[in-house]
């Protein structure tokens, strides 16, 4: 491609808008344009990268027996109503409405479009398994759409689903989808977490996410950089440093009157203890229940992830209004000698077990408990891990410190069992005769945000510094000077190239070197091959790799093989 003939072309100043440094360079570079918040069009630079990226996971998803196929993009609401996600994903819902007064949506996943155009081609267990994926825009208003590609209100995702006989067949199917998906992320040169996540409120399953380390990531991931283990902050496990209480006695429990903020920091300070001797009870309501306190020590944060996935029923906060209403005084809340009439139960959190004589509220406002010890003064009948993790706590598996990062999620693949399966009547007759809910996993990969992942990860004070397996182009010829012995050999070199087989960008305009150096920088594809009159003196190009500071001059008649290695690597 001739740059003067290419559609797009760099920007002297970054848009003044551009709240990451991928949608800083991307822009610069002339690879996106915004149309709206979370809205890009991929111009051909950018094009080039999403079709190499694209074909690297179709490469990787046919590998594992995908075969692809493409569904709509609009959906009548009625295929969502059966599983009650036009409810549980109404945020993220564009709703559209046709003529008639039908109701549709542009769909943010395709399980409600995928298990019904199943049920006319699965009928028996010789129909299993199969894989169908698709490579498609998807649609979520995304409530703070930000960060260029990386999350986006209309962004491209590969999404596959798998369909089986048993969970027997999907577990060990989808540890094949991990490894393919791990061989796409190495293909585009990007190091992944695999991450164990949650796999939804209502399943006792994980599902695996594969993350990215950046500073821009939205998630923060909890590692352990001894062996490995990397858990979604939300679910993760990990062993709290006990306080070494041995010694301590427990004392008399004592009521004092105490003037205080409500926050755990104000009740350490007002009693002057550690903030690990506050007892604190935090209040949800579970979904069509009551009240449920958990019990954890102060200096510890409620995983609500965890705390749904055991109740299995959602939660959300007590508001003010409803803990007033219960009679219960927010900021004393705890369940030493909570009055009879209150509606509570209390679940404790493992880490209240080795503290003693915490301090804690006592259902009175400006009353506080001092030397509260579990089971003499109180009593939980209900503990489980409702922790979450931080930096300092030890690994599970190997107790070494466990660290928390900030990733970017690039992938998720789930079992998704027969909840879609049984929700939509997609069954099989087994061997024995006996009707079946097929056994489903769903995998997605977010091709448009790993564009904008790559250059958050690939990028200097100068641009852009793409890998190979993705780059626009492999090689950049730039032109320095308007010679025609250079102008005609830059040509040359370019059709020669092109001839066997290379992507070549040709910067054939009419500009200063300094411009026409700054942009190939910005623009970072891999190999920069100068032509000048300085060059052709010693009958070759300066050749530069985007990623290295050096420059070495090469012979015209060593170019081709060298080029050829190059982009074989
Ligand atoms: P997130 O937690 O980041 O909102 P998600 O878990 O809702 O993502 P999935 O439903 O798992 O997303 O979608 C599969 C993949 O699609 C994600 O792993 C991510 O790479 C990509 N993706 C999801 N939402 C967006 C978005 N708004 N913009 C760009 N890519 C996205
Ligand atoms: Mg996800």
Redesign the pocket.
């Known amino acids: 491609m001739l740059y003067s003939d290419l559609f797009g072309k760099t920007r002297h100043n970054p848009p003044c808008d551009a709240d990451s440094i991928n949608a800083k360079l991307l822009t610069q570079a002339g690879f996106i344009e915004k149309l709206a918040a979370g809205i890009y069009n991929l111009l051909p630079l950018g094009y080039r990268v999403f079709n190499k990226i694209n074909n690297i996971i179709e490469g990787e998803m046919d590998a594992v027996g995908g075969q692809r196929l493409l569904m709509p993009a609009l959906h009548p609401i009625d295929i969502w109503k059966v599983t009650g996600r036009d409810r549980t994903m109404d945020d993220v819902l564009y709703r559209t409405h046709a003529s008639g007064d039908k109701e549709f949506v542009f769909g943010p996943?395709h399980e409600e479009t995928v298990t019904p155009l199943a049920c006319k081609y699965i009928q028996s267990y010789k129909d299993l398994p199969l894989t169908v994926y698709q490579i498609q825009t998807k649609f979520?208003d995304?409530p703070r759409a930000k960060s260029g590609l990386?999350?986006?209100r209309e962004?491209g995702?590969k999404d596959m689903y798998s369909f089986h006989v048993s969970e027997d067949d999907l577990d060990e199917y989808y540890e094949e989808v991990k490894q393919a998906y791990l061989n796409v992320y190495k293909r585009c040169d990007l190091k992944v977490h695999v991450i164990e996540a949650s796999g939804g409120p209502f399943s006792d399953k994980f599902s695996h996410?594969f993350s990215v380390e950046t500073p821009i990531g939205?998630d923060t991931v909890i590692v352990c950089e001894k062996c490995g283990t990397a858990q979604n902050l939300e679910i993760a496990e990990g062993k709290v440093a006990n306080p070494d209480e041995k010694e301590e006695k427990e004392l008399p429990l004592e009521e004092v009157d105490v003037e205080r903020g409500f926050s755990v920091e104000d009740n350490a300070k007002a009693h002057n203890v550690p903030e690990y001797k506050i007892l604190k009870s935090v209040v949800y309501e579970i979904e069509d229940e009551g009240l449920i306190g958990v019990v954890i020590r102060g200096d510890l944060n409620v995983s609500e992830v965890k705390l749904e996935n055991y109740l299995k029923k959602r939660i959300r906060s007590a508001s003010p209004e409803t803990l007033k209403e219960m009679g219960l005084v927010q900021g004393y809340i705890s369940p030493v000698n909570i009055p009879k009439n209150i509606k509570i139960s209390f679940i404790g959190d493992h880490s209240i077990k080795n503290v003693k004589n915490f301090v804690t509220g006592a259902n009175a406002h400006a009353k506080d408990y001092k030397n509260v010890n579990l089971a003499r003064d109180f009593v939980i009948k209900d503990f489980t891990d409702l922790v979450e993790v931080k930096s300092g706590f030890e690994c599970a598996k190997c107790n070494k410190p466990l660290k928390e990062i900030k990733a970017v999620?690039?992938?998720?693949i789930f079992k998704l069992g027969t909840r879609y399966s049984e929700a939509f009547g997609l069954n099989y007759t087994d061997k024995d005769g006996k009707l079946k809910p097929v056994v489903m996993g769903c995998y997605?990969?977010?091709n448009?945000?790993l564009i904008g992942t790559i250059v958050e990860v690939y990028h200097d004070d100068n641009g852009i510094v793409w890998p190979l397996g993705v780059a626009p182009y492999h090689a950049h010829i730039v032109s320095l000077g308007n010679d025609k012995s250079v102008t005609d050999k830059s040509m040359k070199l370019y059709k020669d190239l092109v001839d066997s087989g290379v992507e070549v960008l040709y910067d054939d305009r009419d500009e200063s070197p300094g411009v026409k150096l700054n942009d190939a920088d910005l623009i970072g594809i891999p190999l920069r091959l100068i032509v000048s009159k300085r060059t052709l003196e010693k009958d070759g190009v300066e050749w530069k790799e985007r990623s290295s500071d050096k420059a070495s001059d090469v012979k015209f008649v060593d170019l081709m093989e060298k080029v050829t290695k190059f982009i074989s690597k």
Do not use: A, D, H, P
């Open positions: 996943s979520r995304e990386l999350r986006g962004f995702m996410e939205e999620e690039v992938g998720n997605g990969i977010g448009t945000r």
